[in-house]
């Protein structure tokens, strides 16, 4: 997978946040693929038109980002561009969770990535259940981190695939659920990844940058991908970041280096990431 997205290098049309813009933009070019960064309404659709990808994140909503995001959206849905939607922090305020509502009803997204917070009240947005919790309750998160109850953890592993597979269900998008353990479903089988590294989580736009390597991933299978070319490939991509973040903290336990030397290996463990590294280092499950 990794010698077809530099093969293909395929263009990544970012609509993101200004906390990790760079970060998404450096990943996307370590991976492969060529991004491009624009959020001028006038702009959007143009731009989205010469791309293989949009990837949304609602990170730092302003005045424009709702109806940036949809038209860029229509254009992709037009075109059969996959797209890639972060809810960041839904549920924070009653605006941002709006702005994530009003998207998915105009558009068709192809990947929802978010933590067990966000998807669980994204679900509870949209479908008024919270699967796997019989009280309907959800637990608010912390800021843009999942809250304390809703860390993927083998005793919550149940219901959390529960919460995954119904919001894929609702959506029709494949659902990567993201924690100590990885959650992929398509709504009929659930995949998890565990692969990963705590320093991941102490660093801003781990997140924002698995999305730049989903985006890019799926941009380069075919043209028209099934849902299950896209399952794979949201997989592989999730494995691959956090196997470059395991390779990242034994580089930096070499040096003694903190979160800032972290940062800097992640981006050239995913640079110099090989197929056969790839291969050999994946620790994943159909569940």
């Known amino acids: ?3 077809l997205v530099r093969e293909k290098r395929p263009v990544i049309h970012c609509i993101t946040n200004y906390v990790t813009a760079g970060d998404v933009a450096n990943i996307i070019l370590a991976c492969g693929g060529s991004p491009i960064m624009a959020d001028q309404p006038e702009e959007v659709s143009e731009i989205t038109a010469l791309s293989h990808c949009l990837l949304l994140n609602i990170g730092t909503p302003k005045e424009t980002t709702k109806s ?9 849905n037009r075109r059969n561009l996959p797209v890639i939607f972060d809810p960041v922090g839904i549920g924070a ?25 966000e998807l669980r009240v994204l679900l509870k947005e949209l479908t008024g259940q919270n ?9 608010p998160a912390r800021g843009v981190d999942a809250s304390f109850s809703d860390e993927i953890r083998e005793d919550t592993l149940k219901s959390l695939k529960e919460t995954a597979r119904a919001l894929s269900a609702a959506t029709g998008a494949v659902t990567v659920m993201t924690g100590a353990i990885d959650i992929v479903s398509n709504g009929k089988e659930d995949w998890l990844i565990r692969n990963g590294c705590p320093q991941m989580s102490r660093i801003t736009g781990s997140g ?3 999305d730049g390597i989903i985006a890019a991933y799926i941009a380069a299978i075919d043209p028209t991908p099934s849902q299950n ?10 494995a691959a970041a956090g196997l470059c973040g395991e390779r990242a903290a034994k580089r930096v ?6 979160t800032g030397s972290f940062r800097c290996c992640f981006l050239d463990e995913v640079s110099l990431l090989e ?13």
């Open 1 to 3: 997978m990794t010698g």
């Open 229 to 238: 070319d896209i399952l794979k490939a949201a997989v592989l991509a999730t």
């Open 208 to 210: 924002c940058m698995l």
């Open 93 to 117: 305020s009653r605006y941002r969770t709006e702005t994530a509502l009003s998207l998915l009803k105009e558009v068709k997204v192809t990947v929802i990535r978010g933590n067990a917070s």
């Open 253 to 258: 336990e070499t040096i003694s280096g903190g």
């Open 131 to 139: 699967a796997g919790d019989g009280n309907g309750s959800v637990s």
């Open 68 to 76: 940036t995001m949809i038209n860029a959206g229509l254009e992709a």
């Open 275 to 287: 197929e056969s590294t790839l291969k050999g280092g994946i620790n994943i499950e159909i569940s």
